[in-house]
């Protein structure tokens, strides 16, 4: 999901101050030296100057995620310790309940879904059940490229509704793919090549946005829903709604990348064969295989039907799944198993992440922020389309600085939430929300704009400009198609 940021060796020694470091020391200074509103509590204040801090860092990636976690926490505990509470501003926060805002993430049920995937995807690559539904799938499909490409969507599909982790599926699904490659006899930067891993990383991106449970930042964004909605959109629900688009974007991916990069043949011989061996090669399902894949379905089932055949939530329904799979004699792992394959940096900065949101609503920051949009802007002024439209375009731009959705998230939602609840009108602002979650998985553009582009443009079977070329059109008609969604399908269901 997030991955540390590639810091120079002096910079690590700490022989030398990153440059982004010190422009986000400065964009601290500057906001805390700005005159104060006098709508604005000092609180508040102090919030903005930590998320300009974060935001300048989360986006240089001057220091690792995990770092600025710890940087941010800090940041909270002592500027907003120092600050007079909100309700009677003659009392200062002190330490203490500076520390427990900071820190009020670690006990969001978000956090705690985050944690319960990461153990999921654990499991399955454990076992190698992942690897297995992948060449599956492709032994299905036929020697054509189009199937090919066909199968690569087909395989992400999959292992997206039962691998809630973009970063395992792509390392799960890439060898996998050079596998084919290698035995389609093509060259490493052929157009198959450089198609067939274009669809994989832009594919995952795509089923990111339909399945609640495939990326770190829909659960941040119910997080968030949580916390400032009040309320939260299903599994199901968000599955009706998501689905669609990425099923139509996923045939528009293929249209596009043939059409971009035309296949040097039609037919590939020997491709089809190699993934057969490599399946008969693993086997026949092992009993922790089998177990496994009898849990996650079973979680499929329970996370679909919240709300009609049971009033369980995702979070509680998972860790359910996770006791089986941790059970002595019936489970897939132990803890030493899983401990060394969760990145646990994720979580902290999850957790950092929500508690950083929080403190903009606590405070009040959110909301005076919010206010200033909609009265510099014109939003106000706007129809619902017309809103959903300026925002989705904000985050798509503002997303080509990010490396990480789940710092954009932390960075951006929680002010677009409180721009939504400041608008007048008769809208579903909580459906809205979960369409602008969407969005926030736009990272089409540039590889470094999501890990899963990174782990494919590892493979060097294409070049960053190629990934461009196809990710820029692929953002324009998503981004068109939403826009049609959101006139039509999600008003339908009552979500704008």
């Known amino acids: 999901m997030n991955s540390p940021a590639n810091v120079p060796t002096s910079q690590t020694a700490g022989t030398l101050?990153?440059?982004?470091?010190?422009i986000a020391i400065a964009a601290l200074a500057g906001v805390l030296l700005l005159p104060m509103p006098a709508d604005l509590p000092v609180a508040g204040h102090r919030v903005l100057a930590i998320l300009a801090f974060a935001v300048v860092v989360w986006i240089s990636e001057a220091v690792s995620y995990e770092a600025s976690a710890i940087m941010i926490t800090s940041l909270m505990a002592f500027l907003l310790g120092t600050s007079p509470t909100v309700?009677?501003?003659s009392l200062t926060y002190g330490s203490s309940a500076a520390i427990t805002l900071a820190l009020t993430g670690f006990s969001n049920s978000?956090?705690?879904?985050?944690?319960?995937?990461?153990?999921i995807a654990a499991a399955m690559t454990h076992t190698g059940l992942d690897r297995r539904i992948a060449l599956v799938t492709l032994a299905s499909v036929g020697v054509s490229t189009r199937r090919i490409l066909i199968g690569a969507v087909a395989v992400t599909v999959l292992l997206s509704l039962v691998v809630p982790s973009a970063t395992a599926r792509s390392a799960c699904v890439v060898p996998i793919m050079m596998g084919v490659i290698a035995a389609f006899g093509v060259d490493?930067?052929?157009?198959?090549a450089a198609g067939i891993m274009i669809i994989v990383a832009q594919g995952t991106s795509i089923w990111n946005i339909g399945i609640q449970t495939a990326a770190a930042q829909n659960l941040l964004t119910v997080g968030f829903m949580d916390k400032m909605l009040g309320a939260r959109v299903s599994w199901i629900d968000w599955l009706i709604a998501g689905a669609p688009w990425a099923l139509i974007m996923s045939v528009v991916l293929i249209v596009l990348v043939l059409k971009m990069l035309p296949p040097e043949s039609d037919a590939i011989p020997g491709g089809k064969a190699a993934v057969s061996k490599t399946l008969a090669e693993l086997g026949p399902m092992t009993c922790a295989q089998k177990r496994l894949l009898g849990v996650s379905l079973m979680l499929l089932l329970a996370w679909a039907s919240e709300g009609k055949l049971h009033h369980f939530d995702t979070t509680t329904t998972t860790y359910a799944g996770l006791v089986l799979l941790l059970l002595p004699g019936f489970g897939?792992?132990?803890?030493?198993d899983v401990q060394a394959r969760i990145p646990w940096g994720t979580v902290i900065v999850f957790g950092v992440g929500i508690s950083l949101g929080t403190s903009l609503l606590t405070t009040q920051a959110g909301q005076w922020l919010g206010a200033q949009v909609v009265a510099h802007t014109g939003l106000d002024q706007l129809g619902t389309l017309g809103v959903f439209a300026i925002l989705a375009a904000f985050l798509i731009l503002i997303?080509?600085?990010?490396?990480?959705?789940?710092?954009?998230?932390?960075?951006?939602?929680p002010i677009l939430i409180a721009v939504l609840q400041t608008l007048p009108g008769d809208f579903s602002r909580l459906?809205?929300?979960?369409?602008?979650g969407f969005v926030v998985s736009y990272g089409f553009i540039l590889p470094i704009n999501a890990p899963q582009n990174?782990?494919?443009?590892?493979?060097?079977?294409?070049?960053?400009?190629?990934?461009?070329?196809?990710?820029?059109?692929v953002t324009l008609i998503g981004y068109g198609l939403m826009l049609v969604f959101a006139a039509t399908w999600w008003q339908w269901l009552g979500w704008m």
Do not use: Y
Not at 188 to 192: G, M, T
Not at 431 to 436: F, R, S, V
């Open 17 to 22: 101050v990153p440059i982004g470091l010190l």
């Open 454 to 473: 990174m782990v494919c443009l590892g493979t060097e079977t294409f070049s960053a400009k190629q990934f461009a070329r196809v990710g820029i059109v």
């Open 431 to 436: 459906g809205m929300t979960m369409a602008l």
């Open 188 to 192: 490493k930067r052929s157009n198959i």
């Open 399 to 413: 997303h080509l600085g990010f490396a990480s959705a789940t710092a954009l998230t932390s960075a951006l939602l």
């Open 332 to 336: 897939v792992m132990t803890w030493k």
């Open 87 to 89: 309700a009677d501003p």
């Open 110 to 119: 978000a956090l705690a879904l985050v944690v319960g995937a990461l153990f």
